[in-house]
């Protein structure tokens, strides 16, 4: 989820904490509880500082180490570690629960993405992304502002929410149901699909698609369950050629090869140089694909310029490579 979604969880969580009898019982327990759950729902995300680097090494990382099992376990006992201190007389066991389940609830939640998480690390480094829930979903992250202005005028935090969190699980199940729809739709228009990728978007009826089979790549749009195939393009496996074999020791392809499970590929020879170019099928958008890895190399395949991450237009794409123009 965005920033801010993880923020009003936090928020919603030290809320939902006055229900437990040690944490209502005690000033310093609620306290410190309550800063345990804020830090707690935000700290797997500490990763998006690589983004300072480069995006390449902010694609390869995110949602990665910091949201394994590992870290699920290590966050909390680090958050607490730093916040007991100043609440000496806080239960210990229940501050550590409830960040905990802040820690846990955001990586579990991040699941629910079209981006996902390795949360099976280290027993296994696939991705895990549902396709369910967009990164802000506009009615979790208002559905948690209404918790808040209701407890801040003076209602019961804890029913508040347990009520809110109640209907949010309504809300993921019903997600799930919308989303196998749509999938039944693919496969009866596709029916030789070997895999399908649907992504939510922010409409809320709208899904975006990506199939692959044997031969194709499709890309469409569904609209209240209604599939519409907007693009095609022939499924042709990349070559082991030297260039492109070249171009994939490149940091920039190489991180975008690590994360995107579907894309098609171009090779551009020009008068001094090769450009190679993978572009993400899963993110059209106004009929293009922003997402792309490009690399540039020089006739002798010594790399000269590369880029991966989000572009709109040719010109800026250009402007990142600060090199040849085609």
């Not at 327990?29 to 995300?45: L, R």
């Not at 935090?157 to 019903?174: M, Q, R």
């Not at 994939?248 to 090779?267: G, I, Q, T």
């Amino acid at each position: 989820m965005d920033t801010g979604t993880h923020v009003v969880m936090g928020l919603a969580l030290g809320g939902l904490a006055t229900l437990d009898p040690i944490v209502a019982g005690s000033a310093a327990t609620a306290t410190s509880v309550m800063i345990g759950t804020i830090v707690g729902s935000q700290a797997p995300d500490i990763d998006t500082v690589l983004k300072l680097r480069n995006n390449a090494v902010y694609i390869r990382n995110h949602r990665g180490i910091t949201h394994s099992i590992p870290a699920v376990l290590l966050w909390p006992l680090a958050i607490v570690a730093v916040v007991y201190p100043f609440f000496p007389e806080a239960n210990l066991l229940h501050l550590w629960l409830w960040t905990f389940l802040a820690v846990f609830l955001h990586v579990f939640v991040d699941i629910f993405n079209a981006y996902g998480t390795q949360a099976l690390r280290p027993f296994s480094s696939k991705w895990v992304a549902l396709g369910v829930i967009n990164t802000f979903d506009p009615i979790i992250f208002g559905l948690h502002v209404v918790g808040l202005v209701i407890w801040g005028v003076g209602f019961d935090p804890g029913y508040t929410f347990l009520g809110i969190y109640a209907i949010l699980i309504a809300y993921y199940v019903y997600r799930f149901i919308r989303q196998r729809k749509v999938l039944r739709e693919v496969r009866t228009i596709i029916p030789d699909a070997t895999d399908i990728i649907i992504s939510p978007t922010m409409k809320f009826h709208q899904w975006r698609v990506a199939v692959m089979n044997k031969h194709q790549f499709f890309v469409g749009r569904a609209h209240n369950n209604e599939v519409t195939i907007l693009d095609q393009f022939a499924r042709v496996k990349v070559p082991e050629s030297p260039v492109i074999e070249a171009a994939k020791k490149d940091k920039n392809l190489s991180a975008f090869l690590s994360f995107s499970p579907v894309y098609r590929w171009e090779v551009d020879e020009y008068d001094n140089y090769y450009e190679v170019k993978f572009i993400d099928l899963r993110y059209r958008s106004k009929d293009h694909y922003p997402f792309v890895a490009v690399v540039q190399l020089d006739m002798d395949l010594n790399i000269l310029s590369s880029y991966t991450g989000w572009i709109f237009s040719e010109e800026k794409l250009r402007k990142k490579l600060q090199i040849l123009p085609n």
